[in-house]
């Protein structure tokens, strides 16, 4: 019996040690889960930080120009890109659609109108033994969404894919892939503007010219023509670069209460008494003081002597903000279809602008377009006559990127691997994307990308024989010259998609034979 007992005692105690044993294992189990449950899952980084919210400016459309930062021209469209991604994202399937969609996330894109001077166009090019094979619920699809051409073609030659997007750039482009043998189908996205500034940068018809009655003030620029583009020293003289001038005067100096109008009539009368006395220009005839005499004289002065106050003009439209770090310089394009396009520059005075593009991101852009001032009053300063000159290079950048890569390294991998790619909400075959071409042309000029009229004051002196008292003006200068490397953008003022972004390391160069 005891033998018994004792046997079922070490059973027992078997048990429990398994049943401990199991317990412990099951608390692992748990535990793990648990955790597993509360840590973050692990996603593709770079994919998260770019991913798309809706059409604003974001990282995405500045993540081309840091992996590209390569110090010299650089132009890309990041709205042509995105519309690439979503045709593309319409015919992938599984892990192929998934890339994509980490990366064009909530993105809305736009449905634009063309017109003479905007061309907005996609279209698949297939091979002619491959038309069957196309789905036709996928030409549909971009066709609807898209407004896509669906052609097909025998890819002996590039000559039919050239010829459609020249004609739809406006011939900026006219030669857009070489050699496409080897290829099935193209998918191409073509984005053109030919559009002209709102005014001109500076104006070629007439001058813009300050000059305040009775204070040392004076402000020009000659009309623009064939011979006075400006000579820009840019890039630590590195080129002479051919450049346009801009300028902005606003006068917030009341001196009439400043120096007090009893103390400018008193010293401005006896000014023109001791001019009198010392006696009168060979060009006066007869006595000056029955010319004009002095009360006559300063009462005529005290009128004019104020004119200009609380004014602001400028040569052309534009918008700026400048701190210790940056300059920046906006202009609005002529508004087409009711929307805006806003040239906004941008340039780094204290670092290269290397070292600025991998430093900043969307949201710094963001604030500096957002603290952009117009040519308001209330944009400058009480109590002086600020005075915003600039002068402003041209450029014409015809840039190519290195989309495939740029992507791959964005997370979209599976479409460009022939093993891996998954487009079969495409076409009834395996395929893959084996390339793709993105290629841009921006023209910067004074015309635009592909007039204001100022107040003249005229600072005669009123006396007949030529007598006239300039008072020194506190003046504050704004220097908005634009003379070093800088990048640009193209954007939708309402929207604030950016339609076109780059870098301008070389501008067009000044050419003697302009004289």
């Known amino acids: 019996m005891e033998k018994d007992q004792n046997v079922e005692t070490v059973n027992n105690n078997k048990y429990n040690s398994i049943m401990r044993i199991v317990i412990v294992l099951l608390l692992f189990i748990v535990i793990a889960l648990g955790i597993s449950l509360l840590l973050p899952i692990k996603i593709n980084k770079e994919s998260s930080k770019y991913r798309l919210n809706g059409n604003s400016l974001q990282d995405f459309d500045l993540y081309f120009l840091k992996l590209e930062n390569e110090e010299k021209n650089k132009a890309y469209s990041p709205i042509a890109i995105k519309y690439a991604l979503k045709m593309l994202q319409e015919g992938s399937v599984g892990n192929s659609k998934k890339q994509i969609t980490d990366v064009i996330g909530t993105y809305d894109y736009g449905r634009y109108t063309n017109t003479e001077t905007m061309s907005f166009v996609n279209a698949l090019f297939v091979r002619d033994s491959l038309k069957d094979k196309i789905k036709s619920k996928y030409i549909s699809s971009i066709k609807d969404k898209y407004d896509a051409d669906v052609i097909y073609d025998s ?32 998918l191409l996205n073509t984005l053109a503007i030919d559009m002209d500034w709102e005014n001109k940068i500076q104006d070629s018809d ?13 402000e020009y620029i000659g009309p623009l023509n064939a011979k006075d583009y400006t000579n820009l020293k840019f890039n630590d003289n590195a080129m002479e670069a051919k450049a346009v001038k801009i300028s902005a005067v606003a006068n917030r100096y009341d001196i009439i209460n400043s120096l007090g109008m009893e103390n400018i009539r008193q010293n401005v009368i006896n000014e023109y008494k001791k001019w009198l006395e010392e006696g009168a220009p060979k060009s006066c005839s007869g006595d000056p003081t029955k010319e004009m005499p002095a009360k006559v004289y300063v009462d005529k002065y005290l009128q004019e002597i104020n004119i200009g106050y609380d004014d602001v003009t400028s040569s052309t439209d534009f918008m700026f903000y400048t701190d210790d770090n940056v300059k920046v310089f906006a202009k609005d394009l002529k508004e087409y279809n009711g929307i805006t396009l806003q040239y906004v520059g941008i340039m780094p005075t204290k670092v290269s602008l290397k070292k600025y593009i991998d430093g900043i991101n969307s949201s710094d852009i963001n604030n500096l377009i957002n603290n952009l001032k117009g040519i308001e009053l209330d944009s400058f300063k009480d109590g002086v006559i600020t005075k915003v000159e600039g002068t402003i290079p041209v450029f014409d950048i015809l840039s190519r990127i290195n989309l495939e890569e740029d992507l791959n390294k964005l997370g979209i991998t599976d479409v460009f691997d022939s093993k891996k790619a998954n487009l079969s909400n495409l076409i009834d075959s395996k395929v893959y994307l084996d390339s793709i071409e993105h290629k841009v042309d921006v023209d910067f000029s004074n015309d635009g990308i592909k007039e204001a009229d100022p107040v003249t004051l005229e600072g005669l002196g009123s006396s007949k024989c030529g007598f006239d008292y300039l008072y020194e003006v506190p003046i504050e200068s704004i220097d908005l010259t634009f003379d070093k490397p800088y990048l640009f953008l193209v954007r939708d003022k309402n929207s604030g998609e950016v339609w076109f972004t780059g870098t301008v390391y070389e501008p067009i160069e000044y050419s003697q034979s302009l004289y």
């Open 155 to 186: 890819f002996n030659t590039s000559d039919k894919i050239n010829s459609w997007v020249g004609n739809r750039t406006f011939n900026l482009i006219d030669n857009m892939v070489d050699d496409i043998s080897d290829k099935n189908f193209v």
């Open 206 to 218: 007439r001058p813009y010219f300050i000059n305040y009655h009775h204070r040392k003030f004076l």
